[in-house]
């Protein structure tokens, strides 16, 4: 089944600093990749979506993300971190049926002054 | 344009009660899915409603079930409570569901159960 794993449960960045968040997926065909941040007592937003083509995605807030077939990765990253960052963010691919998202356990992202 | 609402926002309910939480998907999108997300976890799916009827069903009991109404709404069911089943419960909805289509995601429904 398509899985990803986030390897970090937090990350604490300084506000201004760049951020990189780690997402590796199972092997399988080529995979519809996303990644959502969730505010506290929120909902998820998506902030972007990879499904083909250029393998660098841009996405809302300054994001954006790689996806590297050879990692096995679609890491997250923004270049200057701003403190309405801190969220929980959870990268998700979607499932063999293509009707689910099978979600990360989550990185939780603390920005400090 | 409102976006994907869940009703009730908070909900506190006694082990083997039962439950039903309400969802109206964003306007134009005609299916729905449902996701538990306990505490420090990622959303799990539950199961999706297309054309009023259950399309796919994720890895939970029997006890979850669901309907889709003929404007797209949804419910969501839990029967005979557990203390495990406390819970964010989230709504997604999209247009016709599947690869490709980008899923937009309610506010949720935070269910305590004592």
């Known amino acids: 089944a398509q899985s990803v794993t986030q390897p970090d449960i937090h990350i604490t960045v300084s506000e201004g600093a760049s951020l990189e968040l780690r997402c590796n997926y199972s092997?399988?065909?080529?995979?519809?990749l996303f990644w959502y941040v969730q505010s506290p007592g929120q909902g998820l937003q998506l902030l972007l979506k990879?499904?083909?083509?250029?393998?660098l995605v841009q996405g809302i807030k300054g994001f954006e993300a790689e996806f590297k077939r050879s990692q096995s990765s679609f890491n997250l990253r923004k270049p200057s971190v701003h403190w309405s960052d801190a969220a929980e963010y959870f990268c998700?691919?979607?499932?063999?049926?293509?009707?689910?998202?099978?979600f990360g356990k989550g990185t939780s992202l603390l920005v400090t002054p | 344009d409102a976006g994907v609402t869940q009703s009730p926002t908070h909900l506190i309910k006694t082990r083997g009660q039962q439950v039903t939480l309400r969802c109206s998907p964003k306007?134009?999108?005609?299916?729905v899915s449902w996701y538990q997300q306990a505490l420090g976890q990622g959303p799990q799916f539950i199961f999706q409603?297309?054309?009023?009827?259950?399309?796919q069903r994720g890895n939970f009991p029997d006890r979850f079930s669901g309907h889709q109404f003929p404007n797209y709404s949804s419910e969501l069911n839990v029967n005979a409570l557990l203390l495990g089943d406390s819970a964010l419960y989230l709504c997604?909805?999209?247009?016709?569901?599947?690869?490709?289509?980008?899923?937009?995601f309610g506010q949720g429904t935070r269910l305590t159960v004592v």
């Open positions: 997604a909805s999209s247009i016709r569901g599947g690869v490709g289509t980008e899923a937009f």
């Open positions: 092997y399988g065909a080529t995979p519809y």
């Open positions: 990879y499904f083909s083509g250029d393998t």
């Open positions: 998700a691919v979607v499932s063999n049926s293509g009707y689910a998202l099978n």
């Open positions: 306007s134009g999108h005609d299916t």
């Open positions: 409603y297309y054309e009023e009827e259950e399309r």
